[in-house]
């Protein structure tokens, strides 16, 4: 019926290549060939975004609610287009300016959503573990666009997708995260994704920003980047939050910068190839100068395109793992 | 003869060669105890050293000066000097100091950066290094503040402020109270390898104490802090240092606790080091006498027991370090009632000749002077100088272990007489002091000097 269809595996790619997971919590508990096929579907999606006319709508008569405890302009327009551009009913809940505000809990809020019967619900929250909680309460699939200081998969598998569209593989790259690695999602989203894939993570930063026993994730540990990022073939940097840069962890945004930031001059220790990928927003100056940010080997854009590629594929997955158990005797 | 100071010329290093023969070189580094020699120096630096250098082997081109037998040591190197410029110039300016450090055969001075303002930004270490250009004849090392204006909250900019020349950081006479920031600012002075001095005084504990606390502060009927005001912060201190593999110096400690809290971070492989003042090895709290001000000091004169407990742990290499503690106060600081009157003593002029004093009692070594006052400042710092091997900077200098003198606050070079040993009668003194090969100081005038 579409054209995502299209770029499903066959039956002779064996039976690990179908999705079993009805909610994307995290890429931890996802397989190798579970990270495969999302993004290979997410391939095919990246096709279906660029075509005029998006008739297919795999997802028409669906509710999409986009549940975000925590503004993030970015990412809830990257879900809300994904689901738009499967024929899906997007509703956005403001849960930052509404009912929380007046005191109801996280269950309160899912179990009043849930009452009204969503197909997907994609929860941003400010704690660890809050979609895994939500996911226990709620009839839907569940999809994860940011809890904590603990996963942001999406964002991992679009950063993914990016390096394989540029770089053929994954597997055996050398890839720098830079930056505040502490109090990144995204960081640990993509060690656990990277690692799994077969890449070589290191983690870039000032001691203060890199989690204790890092090492013990099967990662390397640099607080030199020159070191960090020598021969490396993607450079991710991550943003620093204003309210890291005060002296509580660094001293100053201009020693940061000196001995952090990603310009043209630590860029030279990168294979020459390298390409420079950020989250975003950017602090441009404080972790990233504009001539690298906007430069030739920046795929920051790209991954932007990616991640409505990816949350298509995703939603997609969740909700056919989901009808299928919901089709099985429990 | 008067004595002889050099004028500042910006520590440009001595050209051509020169040398100093016939001394008693002592540098238990280099495995020289009282070896019958002489130094060979080039451009500034030491080209030979030892038995080898004597008349009969120097080129015509040498300038070769005799000591006589004199004994010559690694120019010492004082890890804790306060100097209140900018922002207390009556009470000591860098010219001032470093002259006085001459005097006393200290070559490096390790400046505290509690300075008015502090020395918690580039801007103060750039002034601090080219005050010492200007007006220096000695070499002076400015050290970071930890915290910002010591406020124990935010961290400086070590990156750039070591760029820029800081040698270590310090809270000069404070204590970071918040474990979080001492965890976290021990991290990231890690990942620069910048030695963390730190001092450890728990002011809650310590109360308004002003002396040790003991049977005499009862007596005295003044305010007493225990010993375990300075250990309880130590303690925190070395664990967190094991948490966050700092290199870690406990600045100056002076119980016996605290030296076994030390011994036992070292046994467990830790890379921690401790310094002592010279004043803590001589002097005791029955000093204080009747609420005598000049030996108020911070930490407070301890027990006997103390005493002999850190001269010990000197001589095992418990304790890495002994430093001058130099804190010029003027006498309006000082002339108070003992509680109201500011901590601290001048003490760069007479840290050789106190040391000496234990020496000539037995107490110490010679070679355990020179480890602690030199080569192992040295090792803690990274420097090229304080010890005397071939390629090191050559500052040295040369003593009469017998001279008997007298301390005359007149004559000290120090702006502030806040001495603990006025009047004193030491046996042995520093000569001369050179620095890079230059004369700077010369007990005896200008005529050895170049």
Same mark, same amino acid.
């Given at each position: 019926?579409?054209?995502?269809?299209?770029?499903?595996?066959?039956?002779?790619?064996?039976?690990?290549?179908?999705?079993?997971?009805?909610?994307?919590?995290?890429?931890?508990?996802?397989? /190798?060939?579970?990270?495969?096929?999302?993004?290979?579907?997410?391939? /095919?999606?990246?096709?279906?975004?660029?075509?005029?006319?998006?008739?297919?709508?795999?997802?028409?008569?669906?509710?999409?609610?986009?549940?975000?405890?925590?503004?993030?302009?970015?990412?809830?327009?990257?879900?809300?287009?994904?689901?738009?551009?499967?024929?899906?009913?997007?509703?956005?809940?403001?849960?930052?300016?509404?009912?929380?505000?007046?005191?109801?809990? =996280?269950?309160?809020?899912?179990?009043?959503?849930?009452?009204?019967?969503?197909?997907?619900?994609?929860?941003?929250?400010?704690?660890?573990? /809050?979609?895994?909680?939500?996911?226990?309460?709620?009839?839907?699939?569940?999809?994860? /666009?940011?809890?904590?200081?603990?996963?942001?998969?999406?964002?991992?598998?679009?950063?993914?997708?990016?390096?394989?569209?540029?770089?053929?593989?994954?597997?055996?790259?050398?890839?720098?995260?830079?930056?505040?690695? =502490?109090?990144?999602?995204?960081?640990?989203?993509?060690?656990? =994704?990277?690692?799994?894939?077969?890449?070589?993570?290191?983690?870039?930063?000032?001691?203060?920003?890199?989690?204790?026993?890092?090492?013990?994730?099967?990662?390397?540990?640099?607080?030199?980047?020159?070191?960090?990022?020598?021969?490396?073939?993607?450079?991710?940097? =991550?943003?620093?939050?204003?309210?890291?840069?005060?002296?509580?962890?660094?001293?100053?945004?201009?020693?940061?910068?000196?001995?952090?930031?990603?310009?043209?001059?630590?860029?030279?220790?990168?294979?020459?190839?390298?390409?420079?990928?950020?989250?975003?927003?950017?602090?441009?100056?404080?972790?990233?100068?504009?001539?690298?940010?906007?430069?030739?080997?920046?795929?920051?854009?790209?991954?932007?395109?990616?991640?409505?590629?990816?949350?298509?594929?995703?939603?997609?997955?969740?909700?056919?793992?989901?009808?299928?158990?919901?089709?099985?005797?429990? | 003869?008067?004595?002889?100071?050099?004028?500042?010329?910006?520590?440009?290093?001595?050209?051509?060669?020169?040398?100093?023969?016939?001394?008693?070189?002592?540098?238990?580094?280099?495995?020289?105890?009282?070896?019958?020699?002489?130094?060979?120096?080039?451009?500034?630096?030491?080209?030979?050293?030892?038995?080898?250098?004597?008349?009969?082997?120097?080129?015509?081109?040498?300038?070769?000066?005799?000591?006589?037998?004199?004994?010559?040591?690694?120019?010492?190197?004082?890890?804790?000097?306060?100097?209140? $410029?900018?922002? &207390?110039?009556?009470?000591?300016?860098?010219?001032?100091?470093?002259?006085?450090?001459?005097?006393?055969?200290?070559?490096?001075?390790?400046?505290?950066?509690?300075?008015?303002?502090?020395?918690?930004?580039?801007?103060?270490?750039?002034?601090?290094?080219?005050?010492?250009?200007?007006?220096?004849? +000695?070499?002076?090392?400015?050290?970071?503040? +930890?915290?910002?204006?010591?406020?124990?909250?935010?961290?400086?900019?070590?990156?750039?402020?070591?760029?820029?020349?800081?040698?270590?950081?310090?809270?000069?006479?404070?204590?970071?109270?918040?474990?979080?920031?001492?965890?976290?600012?021990?991290?990231?002075?890690?990942?620069?390898?910048?030695?963390? &001095?730190?001092?450890?005084?728990?002011?809650?504990?310590?109360?308004?104490?002003?002396?040790? $606390?003991?049977?005499?502060?009862?007596?005295?009927?003044?305010?007493?802090?225990? !010993?375990?005001?300075?250990?309880?912060?130590?303690?925190?201190?070395?664990?967190?240092?094991?948490?966050?593999?700092?290199?870690?110096?406990? $600045?100056?400690?002076?119980?016996?606790?605290?030296?076994?809290?030390?011994?036992?971070?070292?046994?467990?492989?830790?890379?921690?080091?401790?310094?002592?003042?010279?004043?803590?090895?001589?002097?005791?709290?029955?000093?204080?006498?009747?609420?005598?001000?000049?030996?108020?000091?911070?930490?407070?004169?301890?027990?006997?027991?103390? !005493?002999?407990?850190?001269?010990?742990?000197?001589?095992?290499?418990?304790?890495?370090?002994?430093?001058?503690?130099?804190?010029?106060?003027?006498?309006?600081?000082?002339?108070?009632?003992?509680?109201?009157? +500011?901590?601290?003593?001048?003490?760069?002029?007479?840290?050789?000749?106190?040391?000496?004093?234990?020496?000539?009692?037995?107490?110490?070594?010679?070679?355990?002077?020179?480890?602690?006052?030199?080569? !192992?400042?040295?090792?803690?710092?990274?420097?090229?100088?304080?010890?005397?091997?071939?390629?090191?900077?050559?500052?040295?200098?040369?003593?009469?272990?017998?001279?008997?003198?007298?301390?005359?606050?007149?004559?000290?070079?120090?702006?502030?007489?806040? +001495?603990?040993?006025?009047?004193?009668?030491?046996?042995?003194?520093?000569?001369?002091?050179?620095?890079?090969?230059?004369?700077?100081?010369?007990?005896?005038?200008?005529?050895?000097?170049?």
């Amino acid at each position: 019926m579409t054209d995502l269809e299209n770029a499903h595996p066959r039956a002779s790619d064996g039976p690990d290549k179908r999705f079993l997971h009805q909610h994307l919590l995290g890429i931890e508990g996802l397989s /190798a060939p579970d990270i495969e096929l999302l993004i290979e579907r997410a391939e /095919a999606a990246v096709e279906l975004s660029k075509t005029r006319d998006r008739k297919a709508a795999p997802l028409h008569g669906r509710t999409q609610i986009n549940l975000f405890f925590e503004a993030s302009t970015r990412t809830q327009a990257s879900f809300e287009i994904a689901g738009k551009r499967l024929g899906a009913d997007v509703l956005n809940m403001a849960v930052a300016s509404s009912s929380v505000k007046k005191g109801e809990t =996280l269950i309160d809020t899912a179990m009043t959503l849930n009452a009204m019967h969503p197909d997907i619900l994609v929860i941003r929250h400010p704690s660890a573990g /809050a979609a895994a909680l939500l996911s226990q309460k709620v009839g839907c699939s569940v999809v994860n /666009a940011g809890d904590g200081a603990h996963e942001h998969p999406t964002q991992a598998l679009l950063d993914a997708l990016t390096i394989k569209r540029h770089k053929g593989k994954i597997g055996g790259l050398v890839v720098a995260i830079c930056g505040d690695v =502490l109090h990144s999602r995204v960081a640990r989203s993509n060690i656990i =994704l990277l690692t799994k894939m077969g890449a070589k993570v290191r983690l870039v930063g000032p001691s203060t920003l890199i989690p204790e026993s890092a090492q013990e994730l099967g990662v390397e540990v640099f607080s030199d980047m020159r070191l960090g990022l020598s021969g490396a073939d993607v450079v991710m940097m =991550l943003r620093l939050q204003r309210e890291r840069m005060n002296a509580a962890f660094v001293p100053s945004v201009r020693e940061y910068y000196r001995h952090f930031g990603l310009d043209d001059r630590s860029m030279r220790y990168a294979a020459s190839d390298a390409l420079v990928m950020h989250p975003g927003p950017m602090n441009r100056g404080v972790e990233i100068s504009s001539d690298v940010a906007d430069g030739p080997q920046s795929v920051i854009e790209e991954q932007v395109e990616m991640g409505v590629a990816v949350r298509m594929a995703v939603m997609q997955a969740v909700l056919e793992a989901s009808d299928t158990r919901s089709g099985e005797p429990r | 003869m008067s004595i002889f100071f050099a004028t500042p010329n910006g520590l440009v290093p001595s050209s051509g060669r020169s040398a100093w023969i016939n001394a008693s070189i002592y540098d238990p580094s280099q495995g020289l105890s009282g070896v019958r020699g002489g130094i060979l120096i080039s451009d500034g630096r030491i080209e030979a050293i030892g038995a080898e250098v004597h008349s009969e082997n120097l080129g015509s081109d040498v300038e070769v000066r005799d000591l006589g037998g004199a004994v010559l040591i690694p120019g010492l190197i004082d890890m804790r000097c306060h100097i209140s $410029e900018p922002g &207390g110039e009556s009470r000591e300016t860098i010219a001032s100091a470093s002259r006085a450090a001459a005097a006393g055969g200290i070559t490096s001075v390790v400046m505290m950066p509690d300075t008015d303002p502090a020395m918690d930004d580039v801007a103060l270490i750039d002034l601090a290094l080219r005050t010492s250009r200007e007006t220096a004849i +000695t070499r002076i090392l400015p050290s970071a503040a +930890t915290t910002r204006n010591f406020g124990g909250r935010e961290m400086t900019e070590y990156g750039l402020m070591q760029a820029a020349g800081a040698v270590m950081l310090s809270q000069a006479g404070t204590t970071i109270m918040d474990a979080g920031v001492v965890r976290r600012s021990m991290t990231y002075a890690a990942d620069f390898d910048m030695l963390y &001095g730190h001092v450890s005084h728990d002011p809650h504990l310590a109360g308004g104490g002003v002396m040790n $606390e003991s049977v005499l502060s009862t007596r005295l009927g003044l305010p007493g802090m225990p !010993r375990e005001a300075e250990l309880l912060p130590l303690e925190r201190d070395l664990r967190l240092a094991r948490l966050s593999k700092v290199r870690y110096h406990a $600045e100056k400690i002076s119980t016996e606790m605290s030296e076994s809290a030390v011994a036992r971070a070292k046994d467990e492989g830790l890379a921690v080091s401790a310094g002592v003042t010279i004043n803590h090895l001589l002097l005791t709290e029955d000093d204080i006498g009747e609420y005598r001000t000049f030996f108020k000091l911070a930490p407070p004169l301890r027990s006997d027991e103390d !005493r002999i407990a850190l001269l010990s742990a000197v001589k095992s290499g418990t304790i890495d370090v002994i430093c001058s503690a130099h804190n010029p106060q003027g006498v309006d600081r000082k002339r108070l009632p003992f509680e109201e009157a +500011t901590d601290g003593a001048i003490g760069l002029e007479t840290l050789l000749a106190a040391g000496l004093e234990l020496v000539h009692s037995d107490q110490l070594s010679l070679d355990d002077l020179v480890r602690a006052m030199a080569n !192992r400042p040295a090792k803690l710092l990274k420097l090229e100088s304080g010890r005397l091997a071939p390629g090191a900077n050559a500052d040295f200098a040369v003593v009469d272990p017998d001279l008997k003198w007298t301390v005359n606050v007149g004559q000290l070079q120090s702006k502030s007489k806040n +001495t603990c040993f006025e009047d004193r009668e030491f046996r042995g003194r520093v000569i001369e002091t050179v620095v890079g090969g230059r004369t700077v100081f010369s007990l005896h005038g200008n005529a050895s000097a170049a």
